[in-house]
């Protein structure tokens, strides 16, 4: 059996077993007293401004900020590696309709690091505990990335969002989010090919139903509803 793209389907049978982050320097001079006298004083004798500097400070290093690992998508040869944790953005937390849209959006952005890292933690957390599509999510992800197995591909896009930002009769919000997915493969060591998954070539539809709770957005349920 195939396993299917996101959307509400019977977990599919796997097909492999084996394989799948400046110095300020201060100077001073001293006189006579006399003008005239501290005037020639100073011609002199006084150490120029880079002649007074402590060679000791001014060779003080700056500071060299910590690079970071690059990231690199998934291939047939290995998983990705160095995926940055998706961060919700301050408008995804707000309770309005903008905030809404801005949390749909980022719900499909840790559903794309669960697909590339096989952690669907942070997806888990903005979740209901009857998300019919987020059941899915964890059938398809889950045994990509059992033993050294990893997914290629996979990639959602966000088309379009829509809604009435209107207080159901259970106290729900809902927002429609038109999307695609790109195809996927599940991969295994020495670039195993377990099976291929289309994707969502064309686009559907999937229908949140959000509930704001503790400062927070959760999905409560998501549906596809073509």
């Given at each position: ?84 944790l998706p961060v919700m953005p ?15 959006k980022y719900w499909y952005t840790t ?116």
């Amino acid at each position: 059996m195939i396993r299917t793209s996101i959307r509400p389907a019977v977990p599919a049978a796997r097909l492999g077993v084996l394989g799948l982050a400046a110095i300020l320097v201060l100077g001073g001079c001293s006189g006579s007293g006399e003008p005239n006298a501290e005037a020639a004083e100073n011609s002199s004798s006084s150490p120029s401004a880079s002649e007074s500097s402590d060679p000791t400070e001014s060779a003080s290093p700056s500071a060299t900020p910590t690079p970071t690992a690059a990231y690199k998508p998934a291939t047939a040869e290995g998983p990705a590696e160095n995926v940055p944790l998706p961060v919700m953005p301050e408008l995804a937390k707000e309770e309005s309709k903008e905030g809404l849209e801005a949390f749909a959006k980022y719900w499909y952005t840790t559903i794309d690091y669960g697909f590339e890292t096989g952690d669907l933690e942070p997806f888990k957390a903005i979740n209901g505990p009857d998300c019919i599509v987020c059941a899915s999510v964890f059938d398809i992800v889950g045994p990509g990335y059992r033993n050294e197995d990893w997914i290629t591909g996979g990639k959602l896009e966000v088309i379009g969002t829509q809604t009435t930002y209107t207080l159901t009769s259970t106290d729900q919000y809902q927002i429609l989010v038109q999307l695609r997915q790109d195809p996927y493969e599940y991969r295994g060591p020495s670039g195993h090919l377990y099976e291929k998954n289309d994707g969502l070539s064309s686009t559907t539809v999937h229908l949140i139903e959000a509930i704001y709770l503790d400062d927070h957005w959760f999905a409560n349920n998501v549906v596809a509803i073509d």
